[in-house]
């Protein structure tokens, strides 16, 4: 079983950066994607980033701000976050699609607040 560990989450001041971790304990074979989501109290989990062998997508309200990045050879999967803001305020997890089957992490939470 493929277990994903996020990291790098934790209090900045609104205008701040923070990058986010994102560790595969393994290789995961035949990968489509890997993406952040977000969930803030009260709301969905929502989509922020997703990155593929071919492109990378993000939210309207994240484009330009933030970035995702991948490094196949360590497994690992980035979310640089700058010029944050407080509705930015959420837990984040790392997510891998793989054919017939979803990966998740258990979050990592970050607080944007002055």
């Known amino acids: 079983q493929v277990q994903l560990v996020e990291s790098g989450g934790g209090l900045v001041q609104p205008g701040g950066s923070l990058r986010l971790s994102c560790a595969a304990s393994?290789?995961?074979?035949?990968?489509?994607?890997m993406a952040w989501y977000r969930q803030a109290p009260g709301k969905e989990r929502e989509l922020v980033a997703r990155?593929?062998?071919?492109?990378?997508q993000y939210a309207a309200s994240v484009k330009g701000r933030f970035s995702i990045s991948r490094e196949n050879a360590k497994n690992t999967v980035h979310l640089q976050m700058n010029s944050l803001k407080p509705e930015d305020t959420a837990v984040y997890f790392c997510?891998?699609?793989?054919?017939?089957?979803?990966?998740w992490g258990q979050g990592t939470h970050v607080t944007v607040s002055s």
């Open positions: 997510h891998a699609r793989v054919p017939d089957s979803d990966y």
């Open positions: 393994r290789s995961i074979p035949n990968i489509y994607a």
């Open positions: 990155i593929t062998s071919i492109n990378s």
